[in-house]
């Protein structure tokens, strides 16, 4: 089984910053990706950024120029960091590792999340 356990969400004022992590049961380096989403009120879950095994990195419109998204394989943990923040940012912050098996299917692992409120 994997354990994917985020921190570092808080309220925060517009324009403000905050670094979430997830930290990993395992190697995140045994995962294809690992990626950032965002549940916000009422809504579904989207991505946000992901992160793939040879560093290969994709980020939704919503954060681009705002966000990055890194890893360190030696802590498997993986970091968003969250800059200019907006009040539409406000939600539940997942992190995700996804596994390919066969047919490129795949199976992903999820975190409890972690709430992020942007205040305006």
């Known amino acids: 089984q994997v354990q994917l356990v985020e921190s570092g969400g808080g309220l925060v004022q517009a324009g403000g910053s905050l670094r979430l992590s997830c930290a990993a049961s395992r190697s995140i380096f045994s995962f294809n990706a690992m990626g950032w989403y965002r549940q916000a009120p009422g809504k579904q879950r989207e991505l946000a950024a992901t992160i793939t095994r040879d560093n290969s990195i994709n980020y939704a419109d919503f954060v681009k120029g705002r966000f990055t998204i890194s890893r360190d394989n030696a802590k498997n943990t993986v970091y968003l960091q969250m800059n200019s923040l907006k009040p539409e940012d406000t939600g539940v912050y997942y992190c995700?590792?996804?596994?390919?098996?066969?047919?490129?299917?795949?199976?992903?692992?999820w975190g409890q999340g972690t709430q992020v409120t942007v205040s305006s």
């Open positions: 995700n590792a996804r596994h390919l098996v066969s047919d490129y299917v795949p199976r992903d692992y």
